[in-house]
């Protein structure tokens, strides 16, 4: 008896608990809808600043290389908010560490979108880390500008109308490396070296469109197991006298030391993304524990550009990005990927001046689709941006690396993602501002 | 023997609604504390599940008053906890450790990934059991293996699992996405919890918020359900098998048996956190279930307290919110945001090595021994116990 009234007491005790909670609630919805949407078009803008973020790998496997990305960015950033901002507001720019990692990518940037109140993200970096947020900034609105990746997820603006490529996606590159070797190489047998994802499937795609006959084997590795013995013997034993890589740089220097081993000596050709000579090098000591010193093996190698490098300080734009690394930078030195990352700050600034004085998330994604495809920098092709299209940069030039230099074999060439035709650029090159500020009218 | 039990299951959940909210227990002086538990039902599920509800108001009221952004972190500190908690249940309780929640989790993420399909396909519920169920079921195999193993061969044999199940992904490209992973589609939230979400607070239901309520619902559910097993026969056959293996046998107890069923119970906590972290995260990638991942489980749960539900608690919290906490101090201490970013592992790292240092039992475990001293002064020797 006693244990019930007890029941009966603490029943009452959670009636009155409920009682209270909904008398501190509505308890019914106002009748117009929320207004969700509209009202988030303020989000970290101001007068005086504007907040952008990015996520990285910082820490773990990737980070070698693709951490140095964000630091040459900031760098920029900081020299454009040194001289006045971009109308005015100063641009504070956040990057948050995903280690490569979808699961924590989706996190760092809830926390960009929700506690940093991000007004736009630029260059977050990787296919499948950055597909895991894909959907969230799309459907919450947010600008997600420049994906440091040459996926072609990127370019779907009827599905993702907040998604903008930035780099040439992997597909046009396999086209352009494909037509290179077929017009150059008639005789060769080719073999693939891919990467078991879209970056490998999409490079096949482009290559196979000019060298379908030639190729003799295609063979795939899966990012993370480090034994590519298998895959380089099966070229050997194919007869491939150049294989065609399409791979992120440890591969370039697994697959590098394993042929030396199997002593199989093809012309090698990389695609852009495995083939930065100061990383490979470093890590071909590492790999080797001190046999292989430098990236000397990569000399003779052929690969793609479409930034200007550190192996070329005469260049205009390597002298206005060594300038902004002096002036601006941390500790190190200019890197290939800290002239990336600036490039993708530069694209930025320009996207925000297009946007006019009062830009808005929504301006913002309409000055790019309309203003986008006329930005100049150090990129040797325009993007494709537009109103149906957001694919990044339309081309490359084929290049060959001898003595840590580059040195161009063709002229920049153009194309398009399918059967567009390769044509050489007719934009001839830039160089940059003497204030090293773009200054891009509003687009109308 | 009695008594002891009772008293292994019950602090450990009584304490579940303090962690979640210091206001709802606070342990006052030890006479009004015992006076408490006197008013408490007198049967343990009556117990777990009053515990469970006052635990669920206070999970209401944190969500309500939290940013979107703490939402999102509840969200994922649930599946984390989920998995922990099956975690410390098999090495806690039944003694046998596993390197391959990561794995598992893997498992259900993908079953959840493969039946969620955006509309009119199975309702979230459904596909979330699917996913616990097909997640026991490779459980169960592992499991037959694992109760043949002791030690280090059955760390062993489960990092392999951590291993192969990622591999799998990217083998069977065609049917699980390769590399890039597996889209999983975000529920929408129903209009009749939004609704009462809005009853009750004025607040509107964004995604988040919803996805931090299945994954505590999840949570809380999977707590009751534990403490009950843990408190009920069962737990005590897991832990005379953990603590002799001979004179369990000698009892009658089958060992092989009870040690697949302990793989079997701890993978479906697996797979429904798995689940969980599908719908939150909207991708199941390979990347995402490295054995990091499952490290970072067992880590939650020796840091947390083995064996206790509440450590499995605050070791997941631990997990999520130590390393932006780290990360901002560093950027608010003038490190630049690489640097800041290294600091989150380094000092996860330290956190460790000091646990294992000075708190080898974990933060229940010391908070047990600090309550413990403290009744022993007030009135004389207490038992021990372990667990």
């Known amino acids: 008896m006693i244990r019930r009234s007890r029941r009966s007491a603490l029943a009452a005790a959670i009636a009155a608990a409920a009682l209270v909670l909904s008398a501190c609630g509505a308890g019914g919805r106002p009748a117009e809808g929320s207004g969700g949407e509209g009202a988030s078009a303020a989000v970290g803008i ?20 693709y951490s140095e990305i964000p630091t040459g960015a900031k760098a920029y950033f900081d020299f454009v908010n040194a001289a006045g901002g971009v109308n005015g507001r100063k641009i504070d720019y956040v990057f948050r560490d995903d280690a490569y990692n979808p699961t924590q990518t989706s996190q760092v940037v809830n926390e960009l979108v929700l506690q940093d109140q991000v007004f736009a993200l630029l260059s977050g970096l990787g296919t499948p880390t950055h597909s895991a947020v894909l959907d969230y900034l ?3 609105g947010v600008p997600d500008l420049f994906v440091s990746s040459g996926s072609l997820l990127w370019d779907q603006p009827a599905k993702n109308p907040q998604t903008f490529g930035w780099q040439p996606d992997y597909e046009i590159e396999g086209k352009i490396v494909g037509q290179y070797v077929a017009q150059n190489f008639p005789q060769a047998k080719v073999g693939l070296f891919l990467q078991d994802d879209d970056f490998g499937r999409d490079g096949e795609l482009g290559a196979r469109r000019y060298l379908d006959a030639q190729i003799v084997g295609a063979e795939r590795y899966t990012p993370g197991n480090t034994d590519v013995a298998p895959q380089i013997a099966a070229l050997q034993a194919a007869g491939a006298d150049l294989v065609i890589g399409f791979n992120v740089p440890s591969y370039t220097a697994l697959s590098q030391l394993q042929s030396l081993r199997l002593n199989y000596r093809p012309q090698w050709i990389y695609s852009n993304v495995g083939s930065d000579p100061g990383l490979v090098g470093s890590l071909l000591a590492r790999f080797s524990q001190g046999a ?6 990569l000399d003779g190698v052929i690969t793609t550009e479409y930034l200007p490098g550190v192996d070329t300080p005469d260049n205009p734009w390597t002298q206005m990005f060594q300038r902004v690394w002096n002036e601006h930078g941390g500790d190190g030195e200019l890197t290939n990927y800290r002239i990336y990352g600036m490039s993708q700050a530069y694209t930025f600034v320009q996207a925000l001046q297009a946007a006019g004085p009062n830009p808005t998330r929504q301006s913002l994604v309409q000055a790019v689709e309309r203003a986008g495809a006329q930005f100049q920098g150090p990129w040797v092709a325009p993007f494709r941006f537009s109103a149906d299209r957001h694919a990044g940069i339309s081309g490359v030039e084929v290049t060959r690396i001898t003595g840590g230099k580059t040195e161009s074999l063709t002229p920049v060439l153009v194309t398009d993602n399918g059967d567009a035709p390769i044509t050489q650029s007719a934009s001839r090159p830039t160089t940059p501002p003497a204030n090293g500020i773009p200054a891009v009218p509003v687009a109308g | 023997m009695a008594q002891q039990i009772d008293r292994t299951g019950t602090p450990a959940a009584e304490r579940a609604p303090a962690a979640a909210a210091p206001s709802a227990a606070a342990p006052g002086p030890g006479r009004r504390f015992a006076a408490l538990r006197r008013r408490m039902p ?21 969500l309500e008053l939290t940013s979107p952004f703490r939402n999102s972190q509840f969200a994922t500190m649930s599946y984390y906890a989920i998995a922990a908690a099956g975690l410390t249940v098999l090495t806690g309780l039944n003694g046998q450790i596993s390197l391959g929640h990561g794995a598992l989790m893997a498992v259900g993420a993908y079953t959840t990934g493969l039946l969620l399909t955006g509309d009119g396909g199975l309702p979230l519920p459904v596909v979330m059991l699917v996913a616990a169920a097909v997640t026991a079921l490779v459980g169960a195999v592992v499991g037959a293996a694992a109760a043949r193993l002791h030690g280090p061969y059955l760390a062993g044999a489960t990092l392999a699992l951590a291993v192969a199940v990622p591999g799998l992904a990217i083998y069977f490209d065609t049917a699980l996405g390769g590399e890039q992973g597996l889209p999983v589609a975000s529920p929408h939230v129903p209009s009749w919890f939004a609704d009462a979400v809005y009853f009750l607070s004025a607040n509107e239901t964004p995604t988040a918020k919803y996805l931090a309520y299945v994954g505590w619902g999840t949570l809380l559910l999977v707590l009751l359900l534990l403490a009950n097993l843990m408190a009920a026969r069962t737990g005590r056959v897991w832990r005379a098998v953990r603590d002799d293996e001979v004179a369990a046998e000698l009892a009658g107890i089958r060992l092989g048996r009870v040690r697949v069923l302990a793989f079997v119970v ?7 956190a798995g689940a969980v972290l599908g719908i939150v995260v909207r991708l199941a990638a390979p990347s995402g279930f490295t054995i990091v991942l499952s490290l970072g489980l067992l880590t939650a749960v020796v840091v947390g307290g083995l064996g206790s539900l509440v450590g499995a608690l605050l070791g997941s919290a631990l997990l999520v919110f130590l390393p932006p906490a780290v990360t901002n101090i560093g950027i608010g201490a003038g490190l630049d945001g690489t640097q800041a970013a290294q600091l989150a592992p380094f000092v996860y790292g330290v956190v460790l090595v000091l646990v294992m240092l000075l708190a080898p039992s974990g933060a229940v475990g010391v908070t047990k021994k600090l309550w413990n001293r403290s009744r022993k002064n007030r009135r004389g020797p207490s038992t021990r116990r372990t667990g």
């Open chain 2, 266 to 272: 701890s993978a479906a906590c697996a797979g429904l």
């Open chain 1, 138 to 140: 799309n459907s919450e």
């Open chain 2, 42 to 62: 007198r049967s343990t599920f009556g117990r777990h599940a009053l515990i469970t509800l006052a635990a669920l108001v206070a999970v209401v009221l944190v």
């Open chain 1, 46 to 65: 101001t007068d005086t600043s504007v907040k952008i973020g990015a996520h990285f790998p910082l820490t773990g496997v990737a980070a070698p290389g």
């Open chain 1, 292 to 297: 292989v010193t430098d990236a000397g093996l």
